[in-house]
């Protein structure tokens, strides 16, 4: 896992700051020639975009959500992160959906020379990143830097990033980061964590380092220490967040509970309503597919590789000489979930969900991987009831 | 080098059938790290693109080759020319392991191009006689014009080899029929046996099947599988069967793991 220093001693209560403190944050970092990007409104959502000060934050800001449903909603209160996952997530700024990989040429006497893209000098500040969003950055360092190749512009960009985190005080109707064991309270990895509070005190972040860049930020900013009623304030709103789920997960051991249900009649079930458009694995935080394309320009001596986000839903996605091997729907989506839930597990020693509800919200006929879960586990319970019924 | 190609030039170019070359590879400047039998390297075409292709030899630098031309780039690679530069990648995947079968029988069983990635086991294990027990070969092809490296066989030199098409042509005076009959000719103790196959997937399937009524153990039975290999470096997900990411976990696993995740459908 990158990790710039040793985490400093956060054994301290930490320190607040104000909503002066938060611009102060933005611009100190922008000041360190960091990209800061953040939750700001554009085009009817709340999109990760470049901010330039706090002031573009989406204060008083929330969002409704369903399964295929999204839309913004003004706050009766000015919270900056009462809202929860966008459209986005930070893998397009960590795993972009486009990245050329390498060039090449062929000279005069067919020679070949083959220059690997250098790296980018991407210095990114990614400012509220929630619990589970943390989680899925450290899902895909397991994919992209954790195993025997590594993918160093990856590497070059995520080294750089300095994460803030902001615990989860609003959680969605479509969060279910309890189930998942990624949220609503902030786990480490981060360089800072903030936790909003806005009461008649108040509006103000409660603020804690995770490593010793991140304590020397925050020493730079305008702040005051940690009163007892703000931390207890944002403990409690984190604690009833995780009491606010609006999914869940079924309480058993889900990567059994794909293996056991291979040949399940609910592949059949959802694939009569699945599309196969791969909405859910563009907007999941950590599906991390990509496919390769070779181009060449018109002199036909000069060619470029670059890598595009792909989805396990393409036809193309498994294809050999012979044909595809997936090619039903049911067998697409059954590969999504399998893996996200499953599989993901052997290949990598993790969840593939972290249970922010990007999935359902942006599936344009809202299938649900929670709902699906939950029929799974039923169908499995009645067959063994059904086969312990038969037994002789 | 895992994610940028090398140069290599072709040095040598025949036709081993009538849709497939084998082609040699030499580096033009710094060579991959040597190949184990079994592993894949990714061949990049100039301006057309890339294909996993195993490596049916090895000899110091140089990477063998044996390719069908089936799509835009494999057909590239049959029609270059020595001298032609392309680029490589790897090695990748998981070997045969012959040094995990030291002392026991060995069973080599290929199915038309299947044969081209055991090329290099069967020449390390009958290069090394003391090492293990009987060495028997068994090749299958759709037809004797889809028999690979027939010039070869005798400098195999021990193994006990036999040979079976689908279907004969004129003047073919061998055996017709599926690989698997040719195993009641085969000498080996099952149960300390280390089979290798390679092939169609539904060859594999049989195969294995077979040796396992025989009695050899499913995890001593080593299967060659292909999907999907399109970045080799467990990036991209494209090769995935169930819990494999086949370009690292694979392409060589043992039947234990390979025979739940092939019954499945689509997977």
Redesign the interface.
């Known amino acids: 896992m990158p990790s710039a220093t040793a985490p400093p001693d956060t054994g301290s209560a930490g320190c607040v700051l104000d909503r002066d403190g938060m611009g102060a944050l933005v611009r100190e970092l922008r000041a360190r020639g960091r990209t800061v990007i953040g939750p700001t409104v554009r085009d009817g959502a709340i999109v990760l975009a470049e901010l330039e000060s706090a002031e573009e934050l989406p204060y008083g800001w929330g969002v409704e959500l369903e399964g295929g449903h999204y839309r913004l909603r003004r706050r009766a209160d000015a919270a900056a992160f009462a809202h929860s996952a966008g459209p986005q997530s930070w893998k397009n700024f960590l795993h972009p959906e486009r990245v050329r990989?390498?060039t090449?040429d062929?000279g005069p006497d067919?020679?070949?020379?083959?220059?690997?893209e250098p790296p980018a000098a991407a210095s990114f500040a990614f400012l509220g990143v929630r619990p589970c969003d943390l989680r899925a950055i450290q899902i895909q360092d397991r994919?992209?830097i954790g195993?025997?190749?590594r993918?160093?512009a990856y590497r070059e960009r995520r080294t750089g990033a300095f994460l803030v985190v902001v615990e989860c005080t609003e959680p969605g109707a479509t969060c279910f980061c309890v189930s998942m064991g990624t949220g609503p309270a902030a786990q480490p990895g981060y360089d800072l964590a903030l936790t909003e509070v806005l009461d008649e005190t108040g509006h103000r972040f409660w603020a804690r380092a995770g490593t010793a860049r991140g304590a020397e930020v925050l020493d730079s900013l305008p702040r005051r220490p940690a009163d007892e009623a703000t931390q207890d304030r944002a403990r409690r709103g984190v604690a009833e967040a995780a009491g606010r789920m609006g999914r869940t997960m079924p309480p058993v051991d889900l990567r059994d509970l794909l293996a056991d249900t291979?040949?399940a009649r609910r592949w059949d079930d959802v694939a009569a309503r699945c599309l196969t458009c791969g909405n859910c694995t563009m907007a999941c935080p950590t599906c991390?597919?990509?496919?390769?394309e070779?181009i060449?320009d018109l002199t036909?001596d000069h060619?470029e590789r670059w890598?595009r986000w792909?989805s396990?839903y393409d036809l193309d996605?498994?294809?050999?000489?012979g044909g595809s091997?997936?090619?039903?729907a049911?067998?697409r989506y059954r590969?999504w979930l399998?893996?996200k839930l499953?599989?993901w597990?052997?290949?990598f020693d993790s969840s593939g969900c972290v249970g922010c509800g990007r999935c359902i919200v942006w599936c344009p006929v809202a299938i649900d991987i929670t709902e699906e879960a939950h029929a799974l586990h039923q169908e499995s319970l009645a067959d063994r009831a059904g086969a312990a019924d038969g037994a002789p | 080098m895992?994610?940028?190609?090398?140069?290599y030039r072709v040095l040598d170019n025949r036709p081993e059938t009538a849709d497939t070359h084998t082609i040699v590879l030499r580096p033009?400047g710094t060579a991959l790290p040597p190949f184990s039998p079994g592993q894949f390297a990714m061949v990049?075409a100039?301006?057309?693109?890339?294909i996993p292709v195993s490596v049916a030899g090895t000899h110091h630098g140089d990477l063998t080759h044996t390719i069908?031309g089936?799509?835009a780039v494999s057909r590239a690679l049959c029609a270059a020319r020595p001298?032609?530069?392309?680029?490589v990648r790897g090695p990748f995947g998981t070997g045969w392991d012959l040094e995990a079968a030291v002392g026991r029988d060995l069973l080599v069983v290929a199915g038309g191009l299947g044969l081209a990635p055991l090329r290099p086991l069967v020449r390390a294990a009958a290069s090394q006689p003391r090492d293990h027990g009987r060495l028997n070969v068994l090749i299958g092809a759709r037809t004797p014009g889809d028999l690979l490296y027939r010039e070869e066989w005798q400098d195999w030199g021990r193994p006990y080899c036999q040979v079976t098409v689908d279907q004969p042509a004129p003047g073919w005076r061998g055996r017709v029929g599926v690989v698997t009959a040719l195993l009641d000719q085969a000498a080996f103790a099952p149960h300390r046996t280390t089979a290798f196959v390679c092939g169609p997937e539904v060859m594999i399937r049989a195969t294995a099947r077979a040796l396992l009524h025989r009695g050899v153990p499913a995890r001593h039975i080593r299967v060659s599988l292909?999907?999907?290999m399109?970045?080799?470096?467990?990036?991209?997900?494209?090769c995935?069967l169930?819990?494999?990411?086949l370009c690292?976990d694979g392409p060589v696993v043992g039947y234990d793991r390979a025979e739940p995740l092939l019954a499945?459908?689509?997977?």
Not at chain 1, 317 to 321: D, I, K, R
């Open positions: 990989q390498w090449a062929r067919g020679e070949l020379t083959v220059r690997a994919v992209m195993g025997p190749h993918d160093d291979l040949e991390f597919c990509t496919t390769s070779d060449t036909g060619a890598r792909e396990c996605f498994t294809h050999l000489p091997v997936r090619t039903s049911r067998s590969q399998t893996h499953g599989t597990w052997d290949q | 895992t994610a940028v190609p090398l140069p033009v990049y100039f301006g057309v693109g890339e069908r089936v799509g001298g032609t530069r392309v680029g292909e999907r999907n399109h970045c080799a470096t467990g990036h991209c997900g494209h995935q169930g819990p494999l990411l690292r499945v459908r689509e997977l």
